[in-house]
């Protein structure tokens, strides 16, 4: 379960990442190097997804 949950993330974002302009993704890459950051991304992400 909680495999497929992160597969799913990573493919959400990676699909969000294509559509960004690339300066933006570079950004957003720095940013979510560290894992916490990555995870604090990914909810925010949601969030706006669900808003």
Do not use: T
């Amino acid at each position: 379960m909680i495999r497929d949950h992160r597969k799913l993330h990573r493919k959400l974002i990676n699909n969000l990442l294509r559509s960004f302009r690339k300066p933006y993704r570079k950004w957003i890459r720095s940013r979510i190097r560290d894992h916490r950051k990555r995870m604090a991304a990914v909810s925010r992400v949601y969030a706006l997804i669900l808003s």
